[in-house]
């Protein structure tokens, strides 16, 4: 069966910094300040791409008083592991297949 990935998702964390926000949140919830403070980027631009995330479903809000914190949803992220690991698997199967036909 030929294991497809999603292109979507992969665009979206091709962006080196929805990267870097992708992986800040992987090991907590925080919010856009936090954000800004660990990247150094300007908090207009954190801001859209938390929106980007979000509307892809890759991150959730949660209201915390005049806060908003954002939390890293993993089923979209362990989807895309598995389709990745699907090709791995496709791409070891073709070659030892074809190390088993002569040439």
């Not at 294991?3 to 992969?10: A, E, I």
Request: net charge neutral; aromatic share 2%; hydrophobic share 35%.
């Amino acid at each position: 069966m030929l294991t497809s990935v999603d292109p979507d998702l992969l665009r979206l964390l091709a962006d080196p910094l929805r990267a870097r926000i992708v992986s800040l949140l992987a090991g907590e919830a925080l919010c856009t300040c936090h954000l800004v403070e660990e990247t150094g980027a300007r908090q207009t631009n954190i801001s859209n791409h938390l929106r980007v995330l979000r509307e892809a479903g890759l991150v959730e809000t949660e209201p915390c008083g005049r806060f908003t914190y954002y939390r890293l949803c993993p089923e979209p992220l362990e989807a895309l592991s598995e389709q990745l690991a699907g090709l791995a698997r496709q791409a070891r199967a073709t070659r030892d297949d074809s190390r088993k036909r002569p040439c």
